[in-house]
């Protein structure tokens, strides 16, 4: 099992993170990482010794961070 912030991916691959973030957009997030459009993945992934498994946790808790500022400006409550 291996954590990064608030995300955690388990040795079946199941990802897990904040509900609401999640529900909102993590799981489109997750989708376009499995497409291979997802820029921090395509970035990590030309460093030397990347590990899949840490920079989709680290996609996902960037993502997070910009989340949680947009709910932080924008007054929106967290669902």
Do not use: H, N
Not at 7 to 28: L, N, Q
Not at 34 to 39: P, T
Not at 52 to 71: C, H, K, N, P
């Amino acid at each position: 099992m291996k954590t990064v912030g608030k995300f955690t991916i388990d040795e079946t691959g199941t990802v897990t993170g904040p509900a609401a973030y999640m529900r909102e957009r993590g799981s489109a997030r997750l989708r376009r990482i499995e497409r291979g459009d997802d820029i921090v993945i395509r970035f990590g992934l030309e460093q030397p010794g990347a590990d899949i498994e840490t920079l989709i946790l680290v996609s996902l808790q960037t993502d997070y961070a910009a989340y949680r500022g947009e709910v932080e400006m924008f007054g929106r409550a967290l669902r």
